[in-house]
């Protein structure tokens, strides 16, 4: 947590509190307050091939290369044990 007053519009809703809190009508309020109202997946970030979403679900799906199919719920990675193309599912996705 910073004391700093100014935070990036990336750092809004990415599940860390940059911010520190502050009383707004008797509520402590932060950087990830009310964040359900701003999902990570949204119209604004899908397909930016910027992971927004801890497990890159805006990004799955939108690779148009034919290379590879993978299932809708799996992106492409490159191994790092063989440096191939593999399909890795979203939930093994940042372990």
């Given at each position: 947590?910073?004391?700093?007053?100014?935070?990036?519009?990336?750092?809004?809703?990415?599940?860390?509190?940059?911010?520190?809190?502050i009383?707004?009508?008797?509520?402590?309020?932060?950087?990830?307050?009310?964040?359900?109202?701003?999902?990570?997946?949204?119209?604004?970030?899908?397909?930016?091939?910027i992971?927004?979403?801890?497990?890159?679900?805006?990004?799955?799906?939108?690779?148009?290369?034919?290379?590879?199919?993978?299932?809708?719920?799996?992106?492409?990675?490159?191994?790092?044990?063989?440096?191939?193309?593999?399909?890795?599912?979203?939930?093994?996705?940042?372990?």
């Amino acid at each position: 947590m910073d004391s700093v007053t100014n935070t990036s519009f990336q750092s809004i809703c990415n599940g860390f509190i940059q911010l520190a809190s502050i009383n707004i009508e008797g509520k402590n309020e932060t950087d990830e307050t009310e964040c359900q109202q701003w999902p990570c997946n949204n119209i604004q970030t899908r397909c930016d091939e910027i992971w927004h979403c801890p497990n890159g679900e805006g990004e799955i799906g939108c690779d148009l290369s034919p290379t590879l199919n993978c299932f809708k719920d799996h992106h492409k990675c490159v191994s790092s044990d063989t440096n191939q193309l593999i399909c890795l599912s979203a939930k093994k996705a940042n372990d």
